[in-house]
Each structure stands twice: as structure tokens, then as C-alpha cells.
């Protein structure tokens, strides 16, 4: 499986949506952790990169 790439201020989507409804998520913090913000409601939420890699809904390429 190829690897994913995540990039700072990159605006992701994600296959299910936040308690508050939204879906698109803002990447703050790249490391170990990776830091994504809520677009909808500014929750900010720390992620594993492979919890993130399952998460994000990606266009097909
Ligand atoms: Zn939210």
C-alpha cells in the first residue's frame, strides 16, 4: 500500500463526518502525531498517520 502524504495546511476530507457535521479538516502539525482542525467547529484532534491515512477520504487520482 502505498504511502500517504500529508502536508501542512493541506485541507483533507474525511470519510465520516464530525460530531458537528463537518468533514474537511485542516493539517497543523506534522510528526509521530499528526495535528488536524476541524474546519466546521475549529476542534483541533491529534491523530496517529495511520489512523489519519484510514480517515481522509481521498479523490481518486
Ligand atoms: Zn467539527
Known amino acids: 500500500m502505498a504511502v500517504v502524504e500529508f502536508h ?3 485541507t483533507l476530507t474525511m470519510r465520516k ?3 458537528c457535521g ?3 479538516w485542516r493539517v497543523e502539525r506534522l510528526g509521530a ?3 488536524v482542525r ?3 467547529c475549529q476542534h483541533y484532534l491529534l491523530m496517529t498517520r495511520s489512523k489519519l491515512e ?3 477520504k481521498r479523490a481518486p487520482k
Open 22 to 24: 463537518g468533514t474537511e
Open 38 to 40: 476541524c474546519l466546521t
Open 54 to 56: 484510514h480517515a481522509v
Open 8 to 10: 501542512l495546511g493541506e
Open 17 to 19: 463526518a464530525h460530531p
Open 33 to 35: 502525531d499528526i495535528g
